[in-house]
Every structure is written in structure tokens, then in C-alpha cells.
């Protein structure tokens, strides 16, 4: 019998996964790995289903959410009009500047973490900043270049109507340069992804990431693989999504893929207009005011619980306070 | 040409001139951003102590035994999955997705509970991050070979490996290379967050130990340090690429490579 | 002669277009292999161009067509001379003259009617009326059906139609084209030539097109201008009197279409730098060449 083609190749390409699922619930249950270590998937699923019942779960990627929506933000908001600048009108500048942008982006976001730590302290412009500063840079330069690649010749036609200079921003370049400037932004977003969750297991009360950290300093083992195997679909999720919407956006720029797994992300039918476009900011803004909500709830708790320390520890992380949060 | 480079070179040094004078006319605090020569002179002083030499050592060993392990397992992983076995590719390719958002900071409590929290789940934790952007580049690479050029050299009647060494390798070689520098950049950056969260050596133990004992001088010396090897070895791939794959580069290239894209 | 300084902002004139005396020179920066120096792209141009005259500008590459047409565009100031527009010195791009490009220049992100209400968007159309002129010069250059389209999904002759549409749509008075069909296949070029004319005659556009094919400039103009290159300096105006309307195979095939395109070819070839001797040196070339008589 013969299966039409597209359940065919949808087969196959589950299978990988599916393997792996199999083998992951059978091995400890057959006891080739120990299951005090590994433990089976259907426990680790009911674990995740366990953190969601509780409302655990969906909290720490409230507040996750907030902290990389905040960041992301702000460094859009940097990024995007020194992109524009740069890239359109003083590119002589841009160009000198390049060495020392590319300088600046070298520098581990890791080694910026101690940094902010020590600026900021252990609360959450700490953690904002260190996203800022990673996804700064990747949007700076797709904008850079998108906005100075944009096609001449659409240029000159817009000019040769005489269309003024915010005319020409609006009309002609900036939807020209937005399907460049989003793969900065989907870079951006999965650096973030990846920042974050660390910083939050060096030194946080809250997240994802201290929510998996937490887990393992008490040896809840289940919890610490529902929280991973959790972060990573919401990762794998998060960068579909991504993929998906740069795809879609980039439909008529023809064979572009930003990045090598994109390759199989189809161009859809789905073509993201203003409406999408004011409901995915309507879901950011969202994110901001509960997370921002949520935050502060929890650094209160965090605050009232830590009572007895000395109470101005908070902001300038003492030794014994960011090693409190962290390790 | 020349006169660019000079306004380039000119630039960085203003910058660091502003490093140097803004805390010095009290722009910035000089507490939380030392001055630039400062920062020099605590890194002179710490190499002549030795103990800062031995971090370095250890940080630059672990960052490139993990980027070897991940060489030596991405690439031919990525030549045989995307040049030999495309249906294999198919199947494990969401696997590998997934396996590639799985970055090791969330699988570290895990791999600790298999490996410790020796060198052997450093090297692990850094090659594991490192090894997808090689794969998936070589699996591009060979993937976007020109089917032209492969029929015309075909038809020269070039044989198998012939066709492999002479033909896909070269037109692969621009997307392994600029799969390699994405995965060097991690590397030191996984280095920094391993050594972080779990080590008593390397510059990314030492940078907390500064910060936690607020001596700023240090935390700016060894963040200092650690971006220079960074951009050492990322000029040392480019120049490799420059000399193996010169004939692919692409205008803006060099601003494209700084996103470094997860996946 | 005028210089810099003193062009008049305005002329007395019934032509449509005055080009007086334009000269652009171009300062070419150093590089490796050679010293700054001048560049002169067009000298002491002079032409006019009637009301509702269809004017074809030929020449080879380099002779500084698409020089002028960024003068008369408005994207470029002549170093000297100045362009009119009924009598109007042009002084920087506006809504009276239209452009059409080689390479469509069609905005991808908008479908095929809001490429060609982007003019209209500029002069602040209501969006009832944008619809309604749209729907109109959508429906004048055959695309019917394709309005919500977008130009990726269209072939290289429609994005070459939307591009008209879009040029026609805010109502100039004069057509500029550069090249606009030196990128479509030679079939799809014919038919898009026959469609320009009719289009033409639907509106009585004035319009200046530039092109690099005899064939296309005999078979589309009035009126033929020959310029040729180092520098570029206006040869001919060469009257093309063919019967309108043109239809493609009966005018192709006409005798006088083959001793005008000649004629012109023999213009191009002789240019003037090396024609003095050139036209002494064969005598045999002019003596058979049938356009002696034209």
C-alpha cells in the first residue's frame, strides 16, 4: 500500500523525533539508564502538566517573557533609528565605524553579565541590559544593511515623483529594509532565548531559567527535565514562529533564506498584514504590563522573604546576596 | 583604500581614548569603568603574577578542545548527512532542531548528572553548541552546490570522490567556514557561562570572583582579555576563509556574520 | 551662450520640452590606474519636443541618455543649460513627468494597485478616487483580474505594464522612458510596443523615450534623436514618417522602415571623432548605401 506522498515525507520527518521519544520513556523504563537520573517522558510530561495545573510554570515565562520583550525593546529602539541613520545617510560614518561596531558585538555577553551586575545590581535592569546589549547588535547591523541595500532604482522612481524625505522613509525604504532588519531581530530574539535562560540561573528569583536552576539545587530531578524540556519547545516553538514570519515577510525577495535550517520553511499563503501586525504588538504590550505586574510581585515576595538580611542589599549585590540568587 | 583604514584604525582609537579620558575627567565614575590604561597595567601586572596565565590556558584550552570535538563530529556529520544520506537528513533534521535549541545552559544540570562537573562537561556543554551551526552549514553547503557546475564536471567523467574532493567541497568550503566562526564566537561564549556557573579556573571564574569581590580593575582585565582571544580567533578563521574560500565573499558580509544566528 | 548664472527661469515657447544647451560634465574621482578628471557626459544639447510628440532619443551605451533623462527627470542639474517645461525651468523632480524604468523599479511589497496609486498616495488622493483611477489605467494596460497580485507573481512584460499603469496613474503630462523594454524577451517587447502606441494615442501623453534599439526607436517615433558618444552631443533628428497607426507586421516589413533604420544605423556608425576620414576613406559604403536619397 502506498501512502499519499505529503504523509510520506511528514513520516519521515517525525521519525527522528518519534525514535527518540520512544527510546526515551522505554529506557529507563527497561533500566538501561538509571530512571532516578533519567526519568521517563510520561513522567516529565505530567511533571509539565503538574507545573502548569499550579500555575508555576506559567508564571516564571511571564516573567521571562517580560524581561526579554523589555530588552528587546529597548534595543529596538536604539537599534533601529542608528540603523537607519547609519545605513542611509551618513554611510561614510557608518563604514568608519564598522571596525569598532564589530569590536563592540565581540564582546562576550557573559563577561557584560558581571558588569551589569555590578552597575545595576542583582535586580532586573541587570538582566534587561544584558539582553539589550545581546540583541543590539544583530538588529543594528540588518538594519544597517538592509536599509542600504535597499534596490536604487525603487529609489530613484520614488524620487523622480518628488516625494518628500519622511515620504520616501515610510513608503520606499522602510518596507523595503523590514523582511532584512526582522532576521536581525529573529537572531536577536533566539540570542536572547539563550542569554537569558543563563542568566537567570546565575542570578535571579524568578524565570525559566532559576525555575530549572532551583530544581536542581533541590534535587527534583523530574522538575529539572519538565523545565528543559519545556524551554526547549518554547524555544523550538519561538524559532518556527520566527522563521515563519521571516519567510512570509520575505516572499517576494526569492530564494534568500536567512539561515541554513530556513531552507524548509516555505514561503505561505499567509501574508502578515496590519491587522497581525497590531495584534502581535497588541500580545507584546500584554506581556510588558502583566510581566512588569508579575515582576514586581515577585521581587516584593523575594524582598519580604529576605527580610532579615540587611535590607540595602538588594541594591548592590553584596557577595553573599548575588550568590544567594544564584549559585 | 589606505586613507579608510586609517579612519577606521582612527576610530577605535578615539574610542579608546574616550575610555581613557572619561573617567579621568569624571564623566564616569572611575569606581565602575576604570580607565583604559588601568586596565592595561592590572593585565601587565596579573600575567607577570602567573596565576592569570594559567586561567587563560585553561579558558583557551577548554574553548578550542570543544570547538575540535565539535569539528570533528559537525563536519563530517553535515558532509555525509547532506551529500550521501538526504533521506537520513529528513528524518533527523526536526531532531537536530531541536537538539540545536536545546542549548547546553538549560542541559547542564543534566549532563552534569552523567559527565560531573569536570573538564569532560565543559568540553561537552561547549562542543554540544558548537557542533550544530557546523553541521547545518556543511549540510547548506554541500546542499547548494551548483547543479551545473556538478553536471559539467560529471560529464567530465570525474569520479565519485573526484567529483567530492574537486568539486562539492570547494563550493561547500564559504558555508563551512562561516558555519566554523559562528561556532568559534559561541565557544567562547559557552566558555564564559561554564566557567561561570561551575568551575574554580579560567578567565570566566576569574571575571566572577572579581565581580563578587568588586575588583573592577580585574572583572575589566579579564572581560578585556577574553574579547581580544574571541576576536583573535575569529580573524584567524577569517583569514583561513580568505586564504581556503576566497572566492565567495559577499559585499556586507562582515556585518551579516556579527548576528550570529542561533540555528 | 548662457552660462550658470544666468538661465531664465522661464521662456516664451509652444513646445512642451525646451532643452537648451545642457552640458553635464562629470569630475571622476582619482583611482589606481588613473588621475581626477573630466568626464563630459553630454555637450550643448539643444532639442524641443512638441505637444503630444512621441520622441525617441537612440544611441549606444555611454552617450549620455540616461544623463539627460535624469536631467529632464529633475534627479540631476545639467552644469549648464537648463530644461522646460512649458516654459518652466525644471528645477527638481515633480508629478508632471512620469518615469518609467529598465528594471520596472516596482515596489515588491505593494500589489499591483498600490504600485500604481503610489503617485496618487504622494499628491494626497482620497482613497475613493485612488480606486477608481487605478481600476481605469489597470484596465488601459491589460491587466485586468491581476490588480491584488503581487509583482513577483507576474511576468517581466506585465511588471513592465504595471510600471506604465503607475506612470500614467497621477496624470503627468509628459511620459519619460529609460529602456523600459530593454529587459523582456523580443516577442513580449513587439507586443508592448504596439500597446505603448495605442496607449499613446488612448491619452496624448507627451513622451521621450530612450532606448539603444534602432528598430524600437524607427517603429515608435515621430521624431528620432541620434546621439553619440565622447562626448555625448545630439548627431540628427531624424522624421520618421511612417504612417500611424503602426501595426507591427505591416510596418516591420515596409520597405521605408528598412532605409530609415538604416540611415540611422549609418548616423551611429560614423561618429564624428573618427567619421571625418572615415566617410572620405570608403566611399563604396556611401555609394551603395541606399539612404543617400533619404
Redesign the interface.
Known amino acids: 500500500m502506498r501512502l499519499p506522498a505529503a504523509v510520506n515525507s511528514l513520516l519521515l520527518r517525525s521519525s527522528g523525533v518519534l525514535i527518540f521519544l520512544i527510546l526515551w520513556e522505554t529506557a529507563p523504563r527497561l533500566a538501561w539508564v538509571d530512571p532516578y537520573f533519567v526519568p521517563p517522558l510520561s513522567i516529565v510530561v505530567r511533571e509539565i502538566w503538574l507545573l502548569l495545573e499550579t500555575g508555576d510554570l506559567s508564571r516564571h515565562l511571564l516573567v521571562s517573557s517580560w524581561r526579554a520583550v523589555t530588552g528587546l525593546s529597548l534595543a529596538l529602539v536604539v537599534a533601529l533609528p542608528l540603523g537607519i541613520i547609519l545605513g542611509r545617510w551618513l554611510t561614510g560614518l557608518a563604514s568608519a565605524l564598522e571596525p569598532l561596531l564589530r569590536l563592540l558585538s565581540q564582546i562576550n555577553p557573559f563577561a557584560m553579565l558581571p558588569l551589569f551586575l555590578l552597575f545595576f545590581g542583582i535586580g532586573e535592569t541587570a538582566k534587561v541590559a544584558v539582553v539589550t546589549w545581546v540583541t543590539l547588535w544583530p538588529i543594528l547591523f540588518y538594519t544597517i544593511i538592509a536599509t542600504r541595500t535597499v534596490d536604487p532604482l525603487q529609489i530613484k522612481s520614488a524620487a523622480a515623483l518628488g516625494v518628500s524625505r519622511s515620504e520616501m522613509l515610510c513608503k520606499v525604504i522602510l518596507p523595503a529594509a523590514v523582511p532584512t532588519i526582522f532576521i536581525g531581530i529573529r537572531i536577536g530574539a533566539s540570542l536572547t532565548f539563550f542569554i537569558l535562560i543563563a542568566a537567570e540561573m546565575l542570578g535571579a528569583g524568578s524565570g525559566l531559567g532559576w525555575l530549572v536552576h532551583n530544581s536542581a539545587m533541590n534535587y527534583l530531578i523530574p522538575r529539572i527535565y519538565a523545565g528543559a524540556t519545556f524551554i526547549v519547545l518554547l524555544g523550538f516553538l519561538l524559532n518556527r514562529l520566527l522563521l515563519y514570519i521571516e519567510a512570509s515577510l520575505s516572499i517576494w525577495q526569492g530564494s534568500q533564506s536567512g539561515s541554513p535550517v530556513a531552507g524548509q520553511s516555505r514561503a505561505s499563503s499567509w501574508r502578515p498584514d496590519r491587522g497581525s501586525a497590531v495584534a502581535g504588538t497588541a500580545i507584546l504590550v500584554l506581556v510588558l504590563i502583566l510581566g512588569a505586574l508579575e515582576v514586581r510581585r515577585l521581587n516584593q515576595e523575594a524582598l519580604a522573604g529576605a527580610s532579615s538580611s540587611s535590607s540595602h542589599a538588594k541594591h548592590f549585590g553584596t557577595p553573599a546576596d548575588s550568590s544567594d540568587g544564584g549559585l | 583604500m589606505e586613507n ?1 583604514a586609517l ?6 582609537l578615539l ?1 579608546l581614548a574616550l575610555w581613557e579620558l572619561a573617567p579621568l575627567t569624571g564623566l564616569v565614575d572611575p569606581l ?1 569603568i576604570p580607565r583604559f590604561s588601568g586596565v592595561l597595567i592590572t593585565i601587565r601586572d596579573l600575567y607577570q603574577t602567573g596565576e592569570f596565565l594559567q586561567h587563560t590556558r585553561i579558558s583557551l584550552l577548554r574553548a578550542f578542545s570543544g570547538l575540535a570535538v565539535a569539528v570533528v563530529i559537525g563536519l563530517p556529520l553535515g558532509l555525509i548527512l547532506g551529500g550521501w544520506f538526504p ?1 537520513i537528513q ?9 537538539c ?4 547546553p ?6 549532563i ?3 559527565l560531573g562537573i569536570g573538564e569532560t562537561a565543559k568540553t561537552f556543554i561547549i562542543a554540544w553548541l558548537c557542533v550544530w ?1 557546523i553541521t ?2 556543511t ?2 553547503g554541500i ?1 547548494s552546490a551548483d547543479d551545473s557546475l556538478l553536471k559539467a564536471a560529471r560529464s567530465l567523467g570525474l569520479g565519485r570522490w573526484q567529483l567530492f574532493r574537486l568539486v562539492v567541497l570547494p563550493s561547500a568550503a564559504p558555508s563551512i567556514f562561516t ?1 566554523l566562526r559562528l561556532s568559534a ?1 559561541y565557544a ?2 559557552m566558555l ?2 561554564a566557567e ?3 568551575a574554580g579556573s579560567g578567565l ?1 571564574w576569574f ?2 570572583q ?5 575588583h ?1 580593575l580585574r ?2 582585565a ?2 578585556t582579555v ?2 581580544f582571544l ?2 583573535l580567533t ?1 580573524v584567524s578563521i577569517r583569514l583561513l576563509q580568505n586564504r581556503f574560500a576566497f572566492w565567495n565573499s559577499e559585499p ?1 558580509e ?3 556574520l ?6 | 551662450m548662457a552660462g550658470v548664472v544666468d538661465v531664465p527661469q522661464q521662456i516664451q515657447t509652444d513646445a512642451k520640452i525646451v532643452v537648451k544647451a545642457i552640458t553635464s560634465v562629470f569630475h571622476l574621482k582619482k583611482t589606481r590606474t588613473e588621475p581626477a578628471r573630466e568626464f563630459i557626459a553630454l555637450k550643448e544639447i539643444n532639442l524641443e519636443v512638441k505637444k503630444g510628440e512621441f520622441l525617441v532619443l537612440v544611441g549606444p551605451s555611454g552617450c549620455g541618455k540616461s544623463t539627460l533623462l535624469d536631467i529632464l527627470t529633475g534627479l540631476a542639474q545639467p552644469t549648464s543649460g537648463a530644461v522646460y517645461i512649458d516654459g518652466n525651468k525644471v528645477t527638481g523632480p515633480a508629478l508632471d513627468r512620469g518615469i518609467v524604468l529598465q528594471g520596472y523599479a516596482l515596489f515588491p511589497w505593494r500589489t499591483v494597485r498600490q504600485n500604481v496609486e503610489f503617485g496618487l498616495e504622494i499628491k494626497k488622493v482620497p482613497k475613493r478616487e485612488r480606486r477608481a483611477i487605478s481600476d481605469n489605467f489597470i484596465h488601459l494596460v491589460g491587466l485586468d483580474g491581476f490588480a491584488d497580485r503581487f509583482p513577483h507573481e507576474l511576468s517581466g512584460g506585465m511588471k513592465q505594464r504595471v510600471a506604465i499603469a503607475r506612470a500614467l496613474a497621477y496624470d503627468p503630462e509628459v511620459l519619460l522612458m529609460d529602456e523600459p523594454f530593454a529587459a523582456v524577451d523580443a516577442q513580449t517587447r513587439e507586443s508592448l510596443q504596439d500597446e505603448l502606441l495605442r496607449i499613446w494615442e488612448a491619452t496624448g501623453k507627451t513622451i521621450l523615450f530612450v532606448t539603444h534599439s534602432i528598430e524600437e526607436a524607427v517603429f515608435l517615433g515621430d521624431r528620432v534623436a541620434v546621439l553619440t558618444p565622447n562626448p555625448g552631443t545630439l548627431r540628427e533628428i531624424v522624421k520618421i514618417d511612417l504612417p500611424r497607426p503602426r501595426h507591427n507586421s505591416d510596418t516591420r516589413s515596409s520597405a521605408e522602415f528598412g532605409w530609415i533604420r538604416r540611415k540611422i544605423w549609418e548616423l551611429l556608425q560614423n561618429a564624428p571623432h573618427e567619421s571625418r576620414h572615415h566617410l572620405n576613406a570608403v566611399p563604396v559604403a556611401e555609394a551603395i548605401s541606399p539612404t543617400a536619397s533619404l
Open positions: 579608510g579612519r577606521k584604525a582612527g576610530v577605535i574610542f565602575f533521506r529528513q528524518a533527523t533534521e526536526p531532531l537536530m532542531e531541536l540545536a535549541v536545546a542549548n545552559v538549560i542541559l547542564a544540570h543534566i552534569i548528572f552523567f551551526p547545518f552549514s549540510i547548506t546542499r558555519g564566537g567562547f561564549i564564559i557561562a561561570m556557573m561551575g570566566g571575571i566572577v572579581s565581580q563578587e569581590s568588586y573592577v572583572l575589566f579579564g572581560a577574553i574579547t574571541g576576536l575569529d556586507g562582515s556585518f551579516h556579527q548576528g550570529r544566528g542561533i540555528v
